[in-house]
């Protein structure tokens, strides 16, 4: 089976680094995967994407080394199960709060008897290879996010579950459970606090840990932190930020004022 060459990157000490594509089309995430990330996510919580988009993403991802990964829109193992079908790598699931729903996540992502998955690899078998399902359960990433109260409250709990591989941090939706503004560049306090402390949980007990950022300033940031993964933004931040810089340059307007409308 292909092996999950981000379970490689991290395990060298390495800092991955991961795209996001919340724009549903299969040429942007092609031209996305060809700009040399080590895995791209296709967001199927705040990306405009369904799930035959999704399935066209990955086959072009597939045209890279870039190893493909989902954000599903929630604990839902019908759909999980169905994008790891699609030949999806690995799983990130929004709102993890309690253990019982991360084992509940990655008993979704493992065949028996380690989990629930139910058998039919589909285009995962045509990605991953032949002997697909003897050794999916290795290769699949099972990445509950961390983003809530009760999350960072019990996140020793968490990370102690033997099948989740690695945490991700929603530092927006960590904001808005701390009472402080989603969006921002520089974290709050309370949020800056609690991410400190997922972090350093984390690696206490040898796991690794990834991060959403605003842009590529914030994502070497947090690489310097000790995120084993970071995530520069989103394809659509991305480009509007872009486009916007661009149209100010040509003007001789300087930097752009303000945030570019649209993504998160
Ligand atoms: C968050 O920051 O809350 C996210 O989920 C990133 O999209
Ligand atoms: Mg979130």
Same mark, same amino acid.
């Given at each position: ?30 031209? %996305?995967?060809?700009q ?17 988009t ?12 870039a190893?493909p ?5 929630d ?10 079908d ?5 799983i ?10 991360a084992?509940a996540f990655?008993?979704?992502c ?14 995962g ?8 399902f ?7 990433l %099972? ?14 709990a968490i ?5 989740i ?39 206490? %007990? ?11 300033a914030?994502?070497?940031a ?7 993964l %970071? ?5 659509f ?11 100010g340059l ?15």
């Open positions: 089976m292909r092996a999950n060459r981000l379970k490689s990157v991290m395990a060298d000490g390495g800092t991955a680094v991961n795209a996001w594509l919340s724009i549903g089309s299969g040429y942007a995430a092609e031209g %996305v995967a060809h040399g990330f080590d895995s791209v996510t296709v967001d199927l919580q705040h990306g405009m994407i369904g799930f035959d999704a399935l066209t993403m990955f086959q072009a991802i597939s045209t890279t080394d190893v990964l989902a954000r599903v829109p604990n839902d193992p019908a759909q999980i199960m169905r994008l790891l699609a030949g999806a790598y690995g990130i699931c929004p709102m993890i709060s309690t253990p019982d729903q084992w990655a008993r979704a493992r065949y028996p008897p380690r989990g629930n998955r139910s058998f039919g690899p589909s285009r078998l045509l990605y991953g290879g032949p002997d697909y003897g050794r999916a359960d290795e290769e699949m %099972v990445m509950p996010m961390i983003e809530t109260r009760e999350a960072v409250e019990c996140i020793d990370v102690a579950i033997d099948e591989d690695m945490v991700y941090i929603g530092p927006n939706d960590m904001a808005l459970a701390y009472g402080e503004q989603p969006g921002s560049v520089i974290d709050g306090p309370r949020t800056a606090q609690a991410i400190a402390h997922v972090l350093e949980r984390t690696h206490a %007990v040898g796991k690794t840990a990834g991060i959403f950022c605003p842009d590529g914030g994502a070497r947090r690489a310097e932190e000790g995120f084993d %970071v995530t520069p933004g989103n394809d931040g991305n480009l509007t930020r872009a486009l916007r810089a661009a149209v040509i003007r001789g307007e300087g930097a752009p004022a303000g945030e570019p409308s649209g993504g998160y």
